[in-house]
């Protein structure tokens, strides 16, 4: 597995800076898992968000990257920061401990980025062949439908 993470520079009339997560949400990056699927980490979540709940499916979008098949449209998934690939290579396990494989139904809350915003910038620079032509769902405080298991 190989961990992406953005980074930015600036070049200034005295020095040469770069800067790692300035703002508070800042710090989204991807996965690239054994199976080669592209995973997008979201960074920190805003500090507030409505406490609206998400159901659908994550799917593998025609670019090789995770998707989130949702009621009316399907986005690029992008989980927490800190998730890390599973055991196996093949799913990822969020910071709260849920594994998450294509395929899965979802429960999860969430937050986009408005298009042009300097948050749609950057989830779009970690994984430009993700977003071509799609917007970006960023989920948090994810759980597997109980509706779905088996």
């Not at 993470?5 to 009339?13: E, M, P, Q, R, Y």
């Not at 920190?44 to 670019?63: K, N, T």
Request: hydrophobic share 40%.
């Amino acid at each position: 597995m190989r961990h992406h993470a953005w980074l930015c520079g600036a070049i200034g009339v005295v020095s040469l800076t770069a800067c790692v997560t300035t703002l508070p949400w800042q710090g989204a990056s991807s996965l690239t898992l054994d199976n080669g699927a592209t995973v997008v980490t979201a960074g920190r979540p805003p500090e507030a968000m409505g406490a609206v709940q998400y159901s659908g499916q994550v799917v593998l979008l025609e670019q090789g990257c995770w998707g989130f098949k949702g009621f009316d449209s399907t986005n690029v998934l992008m989980l927490p920061s800190g998730s890390k690939a599973s055991g196996d290579g093949t799913g990822v396990v969020t910071p709260d401990g849920v594994t998450v494989r294509v395929g899965d139904q979802i429960l999860a809350g969430g937050y986009g980025a408005g298009d042009g915003t300097a948050l749609d910038a950057e989830w779009r620079a970690v994984a430009p062949e993700c977003f071509e032509s799609r917007r970006g769902s960023a989920l948090v405080d994810i759980e597997r439908d109980p509706d779905e298991r088996s």
